[in-house]
């Protein structure tokens, strides 16, 4: 299930990466290497259908995102070390500071 939702990740994200360079960055739907597409549907149709596709690409991409987030979040819990609980129940060694009652 989670190649499955990272394959769409992915392609959602090279369409949306596509969508925007197709854009004119001025603003007015397609960019001049696209033109011939405006005469399809009109300037008006071409720049809703564009806005409308990279809002929703945006979209599912957080959505699958979130997704699979909660699908594999593990809760963290503090590892038990075997060592530590070993050198907390052992005794301290006895210091050797030579005062020793002289």
């Known amino acids: 299930m989670g190649t499955l939702l990272t394959i769409l990740i992915v392609i959602a994200s090279i369409l949306l990466v596509l969508l925007v360079l197709m854009q004119n960055p001025k603003g007015g739907g397609l ?21 409308k596709a990279t809002w929703s690409l945006a979209g599912v991409i957080a959505i ?21 609980e070993t050198e907390q129940s052992a005794p301290a060694p006895a210091s050797t500071s030579g005062e020793q009652g002289e």
């Open 31 to 51: 960019s001049t290497d696209f033109g011939s597409a405006q005469q399809l549907g009109g300037v008006k149709q071409t720049n809703d259908f564009i806005e």
């Open 64 to 84: 699958l995102s979130i997704s699979m987030t909660l699908m594999y979040h593990e809760p963290t819990a503090a590892p038990v070390d075997s060592t530590q």
